[in-house]
């Protein structure tokens, strides 16, 4: 006898073209055309769960894993008189399941991804739609949504047969490698024969039950037994009880098996005790291997993949959560993991909206124009992914703006003076260069973000991008340094922002931090000072710190000085060209004396755009107090 569970196409198995959901949780209507890859972005409270979730209400067979009776807050509004509906439209179908469902059939015309009556015709595909509804009594009713079907039952059979796998986050990636009904172990030995191996096992159960028997400890209490068995008369004279082994199901008898890992010792350790990014790993590889193993190309929900991976394993996971596409099924994916994002295309990505219950809902292959498509092909490994998963993007850059607008925002939402980044959905990314901000926003724009674009203005390349930036309209803000020559980009922002007392300590921070002695800094800054008198650079040179050695100089000779040892090429004692110098040159600053006041304004008036609803296009202007 096969071990199998009506997985029984021997071909591909279907494709979802279309899902509409409607009332759902926390959507009130979406629709959406799935490609072979479809990863689905957005912030919290987006819906994106709820997409898997309903495909999984629909698609799962209900065999091995029950789904509970719908609840109030499963219908949108928690409003069950209007109930809820999934749809899905089929396609790809094998000619089993076609036979099956031939009086439901209907047509698709992927040109323009709409739905058709007659099944047949140039470049028409004959599809299936199906659909679950929740009902105002709370009832889940699975049927064909064709009209004349007049809700015929999409009965659990066939669902078998649409290959639906779903590894959610509160789901035990362990359990579909043990063999319960409609698990991955059970399909991935759907074509074996497994009666001799069976027979063994409940052949060794009953000669483990006779090992039992014989032992001493059991023969005393089972004669012992049996006495007051005969007392009973349960038992004749001179019979006994005894243990029996081998009386289970085939289904028993495989569910008492369980995959495990061997330790580097050899100690073998239960898949389940391993942690759930190897349990991951091993799901998804075993997906694979039952989809060449029986010719069936599974459709795949995957919700946060990246759980409990480091970013190497994400990369990996991401391969081959590919791979399954590319060997001819299907998967949808939730993540909120950059590294996973960037491992697939721009016609993967559905990115929904906060709290839009659907609106607002993009697929960047139908919203991005085709210029903007190859800017997105290459910057993938760039900015423009992180920048997907957030509301309103800003772009620096280089890492140490990044490190500077996090910790002069972070200092100012402590004070109350603007609200935190989270809350309104602002996040700061890297565009590596002002060379690369025009096409990041272009991008970023036609996604449906509202980009922020916060650049210097000290050379002809920058002041040719913010021009760019402005004629093409795709930043809501663009955020500038001072005009003034000398004060244009963030070091001389620093230079001449902040009292010297809070750059000398500041500075000091820097070069200490990086191991750098008085000596050294000292010679560092002897190096710049060319064109003082004689006297004063004697008494420089004779100061015992930073502070010191300002104080001995002309102030704004000194703030021109910091403005050259705070932008030094190469490594010297005081250059904050890396994250981590200029988040302790600004960390240093906020102590000493707060927010300066240029960089406080400036952020304080984006804070005010964007709680203003950052609608209107705007530029912020920075000025120094000095």
């Known amino acids: 006898m096969v071990v199998a569970l009506s997985w029984r196409c021997q071909h591909r198995i279907v494709r979802i073209r279309q899902v509409t959901i409607e ?5 009130e209507y979406l629709r959406f055309a799935p490609g072979p890859c479809t990863v689905i972005l957005g912030p919290n409270n987006a819906s994106k ?16 894993r029950l789904r509970p009776a719908p609840e109030e807050a499963d219908y949108f509004l928690r409003d069950p008189v209007s109930g809820f509906e999934i749809e899905v439209v089929l396609g790809d179908l094998p000619d089993p399941f076609r036979a099956d469902v031939h009086q439901h059939l209907e047509g698709w015309r992927s040109a323009d991804a709409e739905l058709v009556p007659e099944p047949d015709g140039e470049g028409i595909e004959p599809v299936v739609r199906v659909r679950v509804r929740g009902t105002s009594d709370f009832d889940i009713l699975h049927e064909f949504a064709k009209p004349e079907s007049e809700s015929a039952r999409f009965n659990p059979a066939l669902r078998t047969q649409a290959g639906w796998i779903f590894d959610g986050r509160s789901r035990d990636p362990g359990r579909q490698l043990s063999f319960y009904q409609g698990g991955l172990l059970d399909r991935l030995f759907a074509n074996a024969d497994l009666d001799a191996a069976i027979e063994a096992l409940r052949g060794a159960l009953g000669d483990g039950a006779q090992a039992i028997n014989a032992d001493d400890s059991v023969e005393t209490v089972i004669t012992d037994l049996s006495t007051d ?14 243990f029996e082994g081998g009386a289970v199901s085939r289904r028993a008898l495989l569910q008492t098996l369980r995959l495990s890992l061997p330790t580097p010792e050899g100690i073998p350790i239960p898949l389940s005790r391993q942690g759930r990014g190897a349990q991951r790993l091993v799901l998804v590889a075993t997906l694979l291997r039952v989809a060449e193993a029986i010719g069936a190309k599974p459709i795949g929900g995957f919700e946060e993949p990246e759980e409990a991976l480091e970013p190497l394993r994400q990369g990996q996971l991401a391969e081959m959560l590919r791979a399954i596409a590319d060997q001819g099924g299907q998967i949808i994916v939730v993540t909120h993991s950059p590294d996973i994002a960037r491992c697939f295309e721009i016609d993967d990505f559905l990115l929904l909206q906060e709290r839009a219950a659907g609106e607002g809902a993009r697929q960047l292959f139908r919203v991005l124009s085709p210029p903007v498509r190859q800017t997105y092909e290459r910057s993938l490994d760039g900015a423009v992914v992180r920048g ?19 910790t002069f925002w972070s200092a100012l939402a402590k004070a109350g003076h603007v609200l935190p980044r989270f809350r309104m959905g602002l996040d700061v990314v890297n565009a590596e260069g002002v060379a690369n901000m025009p096409m990041l926003a272009a991008v970023l724009h036609e996604a449906g973000k509202m980009p922020v674009a916060w650049v210097d203005q000290d050379t002809q390349e920058a002041l040719r991008e913010i021009n760019r930036l402005r004629q093409e309209r795709h930043c809501g803000a663009i955020l500038l340094h001072h005009h003034a020559a000398g004060r244009q980009n963030l070091e001389q922002a620093f230079a001449w922002g902040c009292s010297l007392e809070a750059l000398s300590r500041a500075m000091d921070a820097v070069a200490r931090d990086r191991g750098y002695t008085w000596d050294e800094q000292r010679n560092d800054l002897l190096s710049r000072c060319e064109g003082i008198d004689h006297a004063a650079r004697e008494r420089a040179k004779a100061a015992g710190c930073v502070s010191e050695f300002l104080g001995e100089l002309e102030e704004a000779f000194a703030r021109r000085l910091v403005a050259s040892a705070l932008s030094a090429k190469g490594v010297t004692p005081f250059d904050v060209k890396g994250a981590r110098q200029a988040r302790v040159l600004a960390e240093t600053i906020v102590e000493e004396q707060g927010v300066p006041d240029n960089f406080a304004r400036a952020f304080k008036e984006l804070d005010a755009w964007i709680r203003d609803g950052a609608t209107l296009t705007t530029e912020i202007a920075m ?4």
């Open 23 to 27: 009332r759902f949780r926390g959507l």
């Open 49 to 64: 769960s709820t997409v898997l979730d309903a495909l999984d209400l629909l698609l799962h067979p209900g065999l091995g």
């Open 229 to 242: 068995l005969i007392t009973l008369g349960l038992l004749r004279d001179g019979e006994r009880a005894a």
């Open 388 to 406: 997907l998963f957030c509301r309103i993007p800003v772009l620096v850059e280089g890492p140490s703006d990044r490190a500077v607008f996090d």
């Open 623 to 626: 000025t120094t107090g000095a």
